[in-house]
């Protein structure tokens, strides 16, 4: 009991001291501004450029597409003619977006190029000069793989945007073979970005949570402190490391770097890193979108570390996006009825609605601190969008989709689940023409019987076991195939039957 409480007062204590810090830090730092940044919002090999794609950033409405310069461009997502949705259009050969409604086409600058229901040339060309047959556009940049939308539009903010650069992983750009990145992997999430960010603040839910592939729930749910090494900062967020560490990890950090970006980075005995690099976008209230990998910087020697779990290894990315629903959907359940549950019993500050008397949880009261005293209180979605949480998901089956949340987004996930749909028919049909061959085979073992008038049954020759058990197994195959690809569309998971 005395234990407990030193630690309360521990935490109560640290509190304190960051509540004078913030009062201090207020009058030198501004308010941190959410749509004067750069976001992630998808990984450009896996988008279809042949076609628009909708999203949402900051609970705006946002379309993406290429044009003709195979340059990745980002529009409001609606036609200044009736609004419709530009992500219903298409993407045409000579490289605009065409409004499926009347058929308008905009450039890459937003400009109308044409609206072919104009009386002429004459007064199409003067329609199309008047600033409001204008898309809205936002700047983008292509960096890391990853496509990067800042959160404003219009000239200014084209401006702005040059001037700030993205929460890049630093260790990618350097161009070292040391460095090894892993495939991106992507999901929006039923859970708002602070949830995101507060879980991955949070290593102690690891080896519980992810019991079975990340540590063991009975064996490795310990006591460590988390000690701040980068101060808390409006514009730059802050960093915590674990001690004492587990294992072979002698050293281990989160960074914190807003708007979206924790790195996560292990030191290793021998000097290797992993770094986890986890990005979350808010979309709309009560969802974000998760972009992340591994990245492995090798030791003196050359020696790659070792990676988090079987994502370690040299996985197909189609692969890896697969399985990491089995990953993602143990933390799933929690995070979205976690969110719903504090929003009903919140009253006041959210230190006040939850209990926290271990030093496990200081990184998670320092972002709750940032986000309430360094950032506005939340996030300021666009107008039209009320930061109400939305109601719970009454059916959690339906916090287990996977094709909406990914597949249906990801091209190389997509060309996957093609090719595993045809080696499934090719196995069936497989398996009738062996299961036929069987037949016919049977059936002229016993015509011969029949012919010399053997009255005693012969076993059928070899071929026909060969042909039979062949058609069974590739019956099997079929079927196994047909299961796995399941895995594209829904993945459920339960605690209670994990053991």
Not at 199 to 208: F, G, I, L, M, R
Not at 229 to 234: A, D, G, K, L
Not at 301 to 310: I, M, R, V, Y
Request: aromatic residues 12%; charged residues 20%.
């Amino acid at each position: 009991m005395n234990t407990e409480i030193r630690l309360q007062q521990n935490v109560q204590n640290e509190n304190s001291s960051h509540d004078a810090t913030d009062e201090q830090l207020q009058t030198e730092e501004n308010i941190f501004q959410w749509t004067k940044q750069w976001y992630p919002v998808a990984v450009v090999e896996y988008l279809d450029p042949s076609r628009p794609h909708a999203m949402q950033l900051l609970g705006k409405d946002i379309v993406l597409w290429r044009d003709a310069s195979a340059q990745w461009r980002c529009f409001e997502d609606f036609c200044p003619h009736r609004l419709v949705p530009l992500s219903e259009g298409r993407v045409e050969a000579d490289g605009t977006i065409l409004c499926a409604y009347h058929a308008w086409r905009f450039d890459a600058q937003g400009n109308c190029v044409s609206m072919p229901q104009s009386e002429n040339e004459q007064t199409m060309a003067k329609n199309c000069e008047n600033q409001k047959s204008c898309a809205v556009v936002y700047p983008t940049q292509e960096r890391q793989g990853l496509l990067w939308v800042w959160a404003e539009a219009g000239e200014e903010a084209k401006v702005e945007s040059q001037l700030q650069t993205p929460r890049l992983v630093t260790e990618l750009e350097d161009n070292s073979d040391k460095v090894v990145k892993s495939f991106w992997n992507f999901r929006d999430v039923p859970y708002g970005w602070d949830y995101f960010m507060e879980n991955v603040s949070d290593p102690a839910h690891v080896p519980v949570s992810h019991h079975g592939i990340i540590g063991d729930r009975y064996k490795d749910a310990k006591y460590y402190d988390m000690i701040p090494v980068r101060n808390i900062s409006t514009q730059d967020g802050f960093a915590f490391e674990i001690q004492p560490t587990q294992g072979n990890i002698v050293k281990a950090i989160h960074d914190f770097q807003p708007p979206c970006y924790m790195k996560i980075v292990s030191t290793s005995q021998d000097g290797g890193q992993l770094i986890l690099a986890l990005y979350a976008t808010p979309t709309r209230p009560g969802w974000c979108r998760h972009i992340g990998c591994q990245v492995f910087v090798k030791n003196s020697q050359g020696k790659k570390p070792q990676g988090l779990s079987f994502f370690g290894l040299p996985l197909p990315t189609w692969l890896g996006h697969v399985l990491a629903s089995l990953f993602l959907h143990q933390d799933v359940v929690f995070l979205h009825y976690q969110e719903k549950i504090i929003a009903q019993r919140r009253k006041g500050k959210w230190l006040d609605a939850v209990y926290t008397p271990n030093p496990q949880d200081k990184m998670v009261i320092t972002l709750r601190k940032w986000l309430e005293k360094r950032a506005g209180g939340g996030i300021p979605w666009a107008e039209g969008y009320s930061s109400d949480i939305p109601q719970a998901e009454a059916d959690k089956q339906k916090l287990f989709d996977v094709w909406t949340t990914h597949t249906q987004n990801c091209t190389v996930c997509q060309n996957a689940l093609k090719n595993i749909n045809r080696l499934t028919v090719s196995a069936y049909v497989a398996a009738a023409m062996c299961l036929f061959l069987a037949v016919i085979l049977d059936a002229r073992t016993v015509a011969v019987q029949a012919a010399l008038g053997a009255s005693v049954f012969t076993i059928p020759p070899m071929e026909f076991w060969l042909a039979l058990g062949g058609g069974i197994l590739l019956a099997v195959v079929g079927y196994q195939l047909k299961r796995f690809s399941r895995l594209f569309y829904v993945y459920e998971f339960e605690h209670a039957r994990n053991d």
